[in-house]
């Protein structure tokens, strides 16, 4: 599905997108093929990948998956080696692979908090580090997905949290050092998207859905599409003058705070 942007704002532009099998990720991969640029999926799950890249390519659009372990250095490496190889020089990165498993500090082990951090925010590094030879060039552009868990704390999230919350720091700190190279570095901080995994937990019955709704003052649940929109803009000349920037896309719902989402579907006010 076509967003509101009607040209080729990316033509022959080259992405390589991290945890682009699925969700919001797989439809910014999708918008940034159907504005020209040929895209790198990668992500743990070869066949999931390919059928992403299956459903991109059925759009006209040129895709191509390049499995691997975002937590692992070297996995990241020859994923980026391989989309430079097929396509060329990288000028877009994106930043999306995550993990996530609602759960209280001391309901959580070590290895499922370290877990979540070395998916959000090592993985960010890995691939940051991993793409940065082959994307410092003027107009490159990287994005990463945040949440607004990073700065609104949330019971059950503190692992996503703590993750996120250093994705933004990182991605700031990075912004200063790779703008005198001509790459721009921002992020995208979603709130509660419809039909999203997240969302799913969250809202599982229409009931829960009408109580979460109430919490945001737009009055509604965002899209993947307004988020891929977001994605676009970033990476286009439309945003040339923008680095460092924290993006929040989320109806307003972060500045009522996560407690008033929380007590919406518990009491539904």
Known sequence: MAGIFRDNLLLNK????????????????????????????????????????????????????????????????????????????IDILLCGAAGNFPAPVTGMSSNGFRAVVEIDLVGTFNACRAAFDHLRKPGASVVSISATFAFSPTPLQ????????????????????????????NV????????????????????????????????????KDEIADLALFLCSDAARFITGAICVCDGGQSLLGSRALLASLETGR
């Open 158 to 185: 503190a692992h996503v949290g703590a993750a996120k919350a250093g994705i933004d720091i990182f991605s700031k700190t990075l912004a200063i050092e790779w703008a005198p190279s001509g790459v721009r570095v």
């Open 14 to 89: 080259v992405a390589f997108v991290t945890g682009g099998g699925s969700g919001i990720n797989l439809r910014i991969a999708q918008r940034f093929a159907e504005h020209g640029a040929r895209v790198s999926l990668m992500g743990r799950t070869p066949e999931k990948l390919e059928q992403a890249c299956e459903t991109i390519r059925a759009e006209g659009g040129a895709a191509m998956s390049a499995p691997g372990d975002v937590r692992e250095y070297a996995d990241v490496q020859r994923a980026i080696d391989a989309t430079v190889a097929a396509y060329g020089e």
């Open 188 to 223: 995208i901080t979603p709130g509660p998207i419809d039909d999203t995994e997240g969302m799913r937990r969250l809202a599982p019955t229409e009931e829960h859905r009408k109580r979460a709704v109430r919490a945001v003052p737009l009055g509604r649940f965002g899209t």
